[in-house]
């Protein structure tokens, strides 16, 4: 019989392997197939539809039967999204495949971040938030790491059968495992997190969220730089790897060294600091992160690019810590699923209004607009200066209840 901690380290481990095996691909694929930035946004767009679609199923799933039927559907999911990206290269699919990697991101990360915050209760560790989110980090990093050098031997071979059958037996072997050895008093609980007896979410209360913290401008605005992270900054490094697949690979591994050594080093001495100095100072990387993104190229020494390279994920892995230390901290200082939900429902709003605008102004202005890594770094400068706005986000001093 799992334990508590046990059913989380098996559910995020076994995500974030399929994960590395292909999803993280994702800008690479649309590139290597010759999309260009009007697909690219369009896909980004329509994922967070998928994403919202998602979170309608799973609040409905999660109120009446527990997060079980949650998690069978996010492998299932996961399985889709890797099937649709290798087998299939038609616009149709492009489109199932976007909503599917929405759906997967929904499954994924609502349930971990409720999974999160019923282990903090469990463990009654509410004032160890970095510690046990630099465990978390370090086990994601392991295991993308592994899912990232599988997925691009194979990709390189072209091998996408064995690709996907492989996705499948670990898809039904991390199912197998929690279904079968996680208590049911833990994880198919209704009341899986504390405090979930309020029920009444609506749309309405997650898109108008108001807290005087500046939660919801920030929920807003990081839906659309996760994306620039996890999406656009990932095609940069594509070109700075000269279009090389597997120098990609063997590049995100090493970036995931660096962050795993960077949470292990920070995760037992972020709680001890000041919070709101540690937050400002993690603010102020990320700005000058963006700057250096936007200044990294092919043309500078090789030792320079890697330098910058190494700089970008440090501070960029130190603000999403601190980032996320803060976000769960004000999520325990009132009704945490609520915040939670809340969070999820702004990005992911934000994301939709930003890409489908950007997606609507290329195609105004003619659309084909090809992306390299000049248009990519030009657009980096005013997304370092919109980053400031996270200096806003404030640490809430007392239980806030939701307005």
């Known amino acids: 019989m799992l334990n508590f901690k046990q059913t989380f380290n098996i559910f995020v481990a076994v995500h974030f392997f399929l994960n590395g095996l292909l999803p993280l691909y994702v800008p690479v694929y649309l590139i290597q197939r010759g999309y260009d930035l009007e697909w690219v946004t369009a896909f980004v767009a329509v994922s967070t539809v998928g994403f919202l679609a998602g979170l309608y199923a799973w609040?409905?799933?999660?109120?009446?039967?527990?997060?079980?039927?949650?998690?069978?559907?996010?492998?299932?999911?996961?399985?889709?999204?890797i099937t649709s990206l290798a087998l299939f290269d038609h616009v149709f699919w492009l489109v199932v495949s976007a909503l599917l990697y929405g759906v997967v991101n929904c499954f994924l990360w609502t349930s971990q971040r409720v999974l999160f915050l019923a282990l903090m209760d469990s463990l009654k560790q509410a004032s160890a938030t970095g510690r046990l989110l630099g465990n978390f980090q370090i086990l994601a990093v392991v295991a993308i790491k592994l899912g990232l050098l599988v997925g691009a031997f194979l990709l390189a071979q072209n091998s996408f059968v064995i690709l996907v059958a492989l996705a499948t037996i670990v898809a039904i072997g991390g199912t197998a495992v929690l279904v079968k050895g996680a208590p049911s008093s833990t994880l198919w609980s209704k009341k899986l997190s504390i405090k979930t007896n309020e029920l009444g979410l609506t749309w309405r209360q997650m898109l108008v969220y108001r807290d005087g913290y500046y939660s919801s401008l920030t929920f807003y605005i990081d839906g659309a730089f996760l994306f620039a992270e996890n999406f656009f900054w990932v095609i940069s490094l594509y070109f700075l790897s000269q279009q090389n697949i597997q120098y990609l690979s063997f590049l995100l591994v090493a970036l995931s060294i660096i962050l795993g050594l960077v949470f292990w080093l920070l995760k037992n001495r972020i709680d001890q600091y000041d919070p709101q100095k540690v937050y400002w100072v993690a603010v102020i990387g990320y700005v000058i992160s963006w700057g250096l993104r936007a200044q990294t190229n092919l043309e500078m020494p090789h030792l320079t690019m890697n330098l910058f390279i190494l700089v970008i994920a440090f501070l960029t892995a130190f603000f999403r810590l601190s980032f996320n230390k803060r976000l769960f901290d004000n999520a325990q200082r009132q009704s945490p699923l609520l915040y939670i939900l809340a969070k999820t429902y702004g990005s992911q709003m934000g994301a939709m209004i930003f890409f489908a605008g950007v997606t609507l102004g290329v195609y105004l202005y003619g659309g084909q607009l090809s992306i390299d890594s000049m248009h990519l770094n030009s657009l980096y400068w005013p997304v370092a200066g919109f980053s400031g706005l996270y200096i806003l986000y404030q640490l809430k001093p007392k239980l806030q209840s939701m307005t």
Do not use: D, E, R, T
């Not at 009446?64 to 889709?80: D, E, H, M, R, T």
């Open 59 to 81: 609040k409905k799933w999660y109120f009446n039967y527990g997060l079980k039927p949650i998690i069978v559907a996010s492998f299932v999911a996961q399985l889709c999204l």
